[in-house]
C-alpha cells in the first residue's frame, strides 16, 4: 500500500463545479492494483493510495481494501467521513453503468454481475457510480485532457488488453447491452479469422494488447538476435525499438499496423475526428508515431487525429473523480426535489 | 419515364400524423435512376415516377427531371401543386443534412457542394430536405421496416458499393464531417490493405459491392466451368450459387465473409442488436443466409441479429416520405411561432 500527499493544481479541471467545501473518491480497480483519490470539490486531487489487487480481485475483498485505503486517505487529509459526498470508481469489465452492476471482467478477477454500486452505497453510506474504466477514461479525457473542447472522440485503452471509450455528442455511447467498444476482437488484415473462445484474448488484442506485444517477441526472439531478454515486457520491448534493434521494430510495426487498421476501421463507422491512446502501452511514443505513420499512409477523407493522452494513468482516476461529483451533484438536486416536494404536500 | 398508380396500404406506417389532408414528395436520387412517390399526410404512396439518370447525372438536369416527374405524379393524383406541403430526398453521396448540401457523390455523378435542399425549395416553393441516400433508407427501416420498434440499429445498403445507416438512440449519427457509415473502406481480414486512391473502390467494396462480386466472378471465369456468362451481374451469380454451381459459390462465400467481419466489427464499436441488410444486392436471400452462417460461428457476446430489409428498393421512398413530412409539420410549427410572436407584438 502507498499514500501520496499532492500538491494542490493551480486551476480546477473544466467542467467541474467550484465547491471546495464536499469531497469526493475516485477510484480505478484494476486486474493489477487498486488505485483511489480524494478530491475536493473542485476536482483537485489531494492526495492518493493505492494497493496490489493481484491475489484479491474477489469484489468483497476489493471492497475491504477500498474501506482501508478511504479511512487512510481521510486520516491523511485530517478530514471526517461526514465530509464525503460521493465515490465513483471504473470497474475492469462490462459494466451496466445505470445500475451499477460489473456484468463481467476477464478470467483475472472473474467478477459475474456483481451490483458493486449498491455494495459500495452500504459500505460508504454515500451514493456511488460504477462505469467500465475505458468509460470512465474517456470521461477523464473529455474532461481534463486533450480531448477538452470535443465534443466526439475516441479513447483507446491499451493495457493487457484493447478497448474503445466511445463519446458522441458529449455522452458515452454504452451501447444496448453495455459492450460497446469491446474492440479486442476486431478483424483486420494481419489477425487471424479463426473463432476464438468467449474469455481468449480476441484477435486484435492478440497482436495490439500488451500480452500479444509480448508474445510476437517471443515467437521471434533468438538468442544472440537481441540483447533484450525473451521475457521483456511490451514498454521493454517498444524502448528497444526505438534504439534501431530489428526484431523489435518488427513487433512495432506489426503492432502499429494493426491498430492503425483497428482506427480506420471505427472511424469510417463513427466519422470520429480525435482519437486518443491512452492506457500503459497505448501511451508508449514509439507506439503513438508508429501509427500515426500508417494512417497517414492511407489518407481517407474522415482521417482522424491521433494523439497519446497527456493525463497517463490518471485519466482514469480524474474521470472516476468528475463521475463522483456529478453522482454528488445528482443526489444534492434529488434530495432539493423532495424537500421542494414534502414543503408543498 | 415510368409513372404507376397505387393501391392505398390499408394502414400508414408507424410515427407518420395521420393528417390525409396534404401530400408529400418522397425522392431517391441514383446514379442509374430517379425515383418519385407522392404520398399523402398519412404516409401512404399514391403513386410513383421513375426516369432514368444514367445519361443525365447534373443537378440541375436531375432537377429538371423532378419537376417533370411531380408534373405528372399531381396530373394522375388530380391534385394541384398548392396541395404539396414538402418534399424529401435521399442523395447518393456525402450529405450535409443540416445545410442540404450534396458534399459529394461518385465519380458517376461527379456532384461536389450541391445546395439541393435551395435548388429545390426555389423549383417547387415549398420546404425541402436533402440526407444521404443510405440514411434516408434507414429511417424508411425505422419508421415501416423491421427495425419498427428498436431505437439501435444498422442498415447496410449494398448495389453498386455499401454503405451503413446508423441510428443510436432513435437519431441517425451522421458524423462530424457527415461521413458517419462510410464503410466501404473498411479493412477486414481477406481485404487488400494497399492505400486507395480518393473516389476509387474501397477495400470491403471490392469484395462485397456489386461491381467487386463481378470482378471477383470474372477473374475467377473460365468457359466450360460454368453455364453462366463471363458478364453476369452480381445477382445472376447469387442465383447461380444457389443452383450449386461451384464457382459462384465460392465468390458467394468470400462475399459473404468479408461482410460478415464488417457486421462484426461494426457490432463491436456499437453494440448495435440489429442489422437489417438492404439494396438491389444486400437483399439477395443467399448473401444474407450464407452472411448469417459466418457470423454464427463467431458467436460472440454481443452477437448481432441479422435480417434482410423487407422494404427493400422501397426503403429510401419510404424514408424520403417520412423526412418530407417531418420538414411540413417543422414548416407548420415555426409558422404558428411567428404568428403567436407577431399576434404578441
Given at each position: 500500500m502507498s499514500l501520496e500527499r499532492e500538491k494542490l493544481l493551480a486551476s480546477p479541471p473544466d467542467g467541474i463545479s467550484k465547491d471546495t467545501s464536499r469531497y469526493v473518491i475516485g477510484a480505478d480497480i484494476g486486474g493489477t492494483s487498486l488505485r483511489l483519490a480524494l478530491a475536493n470539490g473542485a476536482g483537485q486531487i489531494l492526495c492518493r493510495w493505492s494497493a496490489s489487487t493481484a491475489e484479491t480481485g474477489d469484489a468483497a475483498k476489493v471492497l475491504q481494501m477500498m474501506r482501508n485505503g478511504v479511512d487512510a486517505l481521510l486520516l491523511e487529509a485530517s478530514l471526517p467521513s461526514q465530509c464525503l459526498s460521493a465515490i465513483a470508481t471504473g470497474a475492469p469489465g462490462v459494466t451496466n453503468a445505470d445500475e451499477g452492476i460489473v456484468i463481467a471482467t476477464s478470467y483475472l478477477m472473474g467478477w459475474r454481475d456483481v451490483p458493486f454500486r449498491q455494495?459500495?452505497?452500504?459500505?460508504?453510506?454515500?451514493?456511488?457510480?460504477?462505469?467500465?474504466?475505458?468509460?470512465?477514461?474517456?470521461?477523464?479525457?473529455?474532461?481534463?485532457?486533450?480531448?477538452?473542447?470535443?465534443?466526439?472522440?475516441?479513447?483507446?485503452?491499451?493495457?493487457?488488453?484493447?478497448?474503445?471509450?466511445?463519446?458522441?455528442?458529449?455522452?458515452?455511447?454504452?451501447?444496448?447491452?453495455?459492450?460497446?467498444?469491446?474492440?479486442?476482437?476486431?478483424?483486420?488484415?494481419?489477425?487471424?479469422?479463426?473463432?476464438?473462445?468467449?474469455?481468449?484474448?480476441?484477435?486484435?488484442?492478440?497482436?495490439?494488447?500488451?500480452?500479444?506485444?509480448?508474445?510476437?517477441?517471443?515467437?521471434?526472439?533468438?538468442?544472440?538476435?537481441?540483447?533484450?531478454?525473451?521475457?521483456?515486457?511490451?514498454?521493454?520491448?517498444?524502448?528497444?525499438?526505438?534504439?534501431?534493434?530489428?526484431?523489435?521494430?518488427?513487433?512495432?510495426?506489426?503492432?502499429?499496423?494493426?491498430?492503425s487498421y483497428a482506427i480506420h476501421n471505427i472511424a469510417l463507422v463513427l466519422n470520429s475526428p480525435l482519437f486518443v491512446l491512452g492506457g500503459s502501452i497505448g501511451i508508449h511514443p514509439a507506439l503513438g508515431d508508429a501509427t500515426r505513420l500508417v494512417l497517414l499512409e492511407r489518407g481517407t477523407r474522415a482521417q482522424p487525429r491521433l494523439v497519446s493522452s497527456a493525463l497517463g494513468a490518471d485519466a482514469q482516476l480524474i474521470g472516476a473523480i468528475f463521475l463522483a461529483l456529478e453522482t454528488a451533484d445528482r443526489e444534492l438536486a434529488n434530495k432539493a426535489i423532495t424537500t421542494a416536494q414534502s414543503t408543498l404536500a
Open positions: 455494495m459500495l452505497e452500504a459500505e460508504f453510506g454515500i451514493p456511488a457510480f460504477v462505469d467500465n474504466d475505458v468509460n470512465v477514461a474517456a470521461i477523464g479525457e473529455l474532461k481534463a485532457g486533450l480531448a477538452m473542447g470535443t465534443t466526439d472522440f475516441v479513447f483507446l485503452a491499451i493495457g493487457t488488453g484493447i478497448g474503445a471509450g466511445i463519446v458522441l455528442n458529449n455522452e458515452l455511447h454504452r451501447g444496448g447491452i453495455w459492450t460497446a467498444g469491446e474492440i479486442g476482437y476486431m478483424l483486420v488484415p494481419g489477425t487471424s479469422d479463426a473463432p476464438v473462445e468467449r474469455g481468449q484474448p480476441g484477435a486484435l488484442e492478440s497482436l495490439v494488447g500488451g500480452e500479444g506485444i509480448r508474445q510476437q517477441w517471443r515467437s521471434g526472439w533468438r538468442e544472440n538476435s537481441t540483447t533484450l531478454s525473451r521475457d521483456a515486457t511490451a514498454s521493454q520491448i517498444f524502448d528497444q525499438a526505438l534504439r534501431g534493434d530489428p526484431l523489435a521494430n518488427s513487433v512495432l510495426e506489426r503492432t502499429a499496423r494493426a491498430l
